[in-house]
């Protein structure tokens, strides 16, 4: 059986190499693994997608109205998995790791919408908690870059404040920095080896979450 997965997220959904402007065929997108499962790999990536900021110069890197619009536009689904949050922690935004998980908690609000799935199965929604901004990120961009030490300090922090902002809903979570870590290049980005280890782990998380889908 052949099961329709929507991955929402941002530059590391995407695929944006770490070391030059493209986009890495070797990303997590294409390694899923269903099992017994074949699968149908629905890409929404987005580079520079915030979960909850708004960016002056381009609001259209907001996620959440393409959030519905995504789910709306791929029906039917059978699992929607959701990583977002690092271009939230950008030191222009200054906003804090509770901040940003209560963000991605509107964003289980929607999935929760019934209306968004009559006449359709609803998927199961996995929420991913990104990797981990690299500690010598602040030196590596310098005093005019785009994150800062306190970006840094509230990203070792976001994965436990979006996992208690989503634990009284029906949905999965998986914290990606106990699996892959940023590039020592660009600090912010998964090379082809962490893409890989992704992949392995949400495969496997993928094949638990349908094993327990009632056919």
Sequence with gaps: MTKRILCFGDSNTWG??????????????????GGLDELEVIEEGLSGRNAVCIDTFQPEKSGFKDFKTAILTHHPLDLIILMLGTNDLK????????FIANGIRQYVREYMNPT?????????????????????????????????????????????????????????????????????????HMDEANHQMLAQTLSHKIQEIFSQTVQ
């Design 16 to 33: 944006y190499c770490p070391y030059e402007y493209r986009r890495m065929d070797e990303r997590w997108t294409r390694h899923l693994d």
């Design 91 to 98: 030191s222009s935004y200054h906003s804090s790791a509770r």
């Design 116 to 188: 968004l799935f009559e006449g359709m199965p609803t998927p199961a929604l996995l929420v991913v908690a990104p990797i981990l901004l690299a500690d010598h990120l602040p030196e590596l961009q310098g005093p005019g870059g785009t994150f800062d030490a306190y970006s840094v300090e509230q990203s070792k922090l976001l994965a436990d404040e979006i996992q208690n902002a989503i634990a009284p809903y029906p949905v999965y979570f998986l914290d990606a920095s106990k699996y892959a870590q940023a590039s020592d290049f660009d600090g912010i």
